[in-house]
Nanobody, 122 residues
Framework: QVQLVESGGGLVQAGGSLRLSCAAAGRTFSSYVMGWFRQAPGKEREFVAT????????IYGDSVKGRFTISRDNAENTVFLQMNSLKVEDTAVYYC???????????????WGQGTQVTVSS
């Protein structure tokens, strides 16, 4: 059982930055692979980034490579998503998720937060 709560979303102009946080409650947070996904109205849930249990290995979706950085602090049971050079098309609800095994498929993740809205204006 892992409970996740995202925060840090908001309104930002194109080219700006935001840092999302996901606080986790659970005894074995460090045993989970963590991921960030996003969903815009009328679109499928999209893979953004994932990070391994140790925080060393990361994978990014093509649309965010070079702009977003995922990180985690296992001592604080928190995963982050640093978003730079934001574009209007980054506008979406961003979700934090946890899973025991490596995957980039949203439907394979076991636990999800409630989401935080990110809106990028032109």
């Amino acid at each position: 059982q892992v409970q996740l709560v995202e925060s840090g979303g908001g309104l930002v102009q194109a080219g700006g930055s935001l840092r999302l946080s996901c606080a986790a409650a659970g005894r074995t947070f460090s045993s989970y692979v963590m991921g960030w996904f996003r969903q815009a109205p009328g679109k499928e849930r999209e893979f953004v980034a994932t990070i391994g249990r140790s925080g060393i290995s990361t994978i990014y979706g093509d649309s965010v490579k070079g702009r977003f950085t995922i990180s985690r602090d296992n001592a604080e049971n928190t995963v982050f998503l640093q978003m730079n050079s934001l574009k209007v098309e980054d506008t979406a609800v961003y979700y934090c998720a946890a899973v025991k095994a490596w995957t980039m498929r949203a439907d394979a993740y076991e636990y999800w937060g409630q989401g935080t809205q990110v809106t990028v204006s032109s």
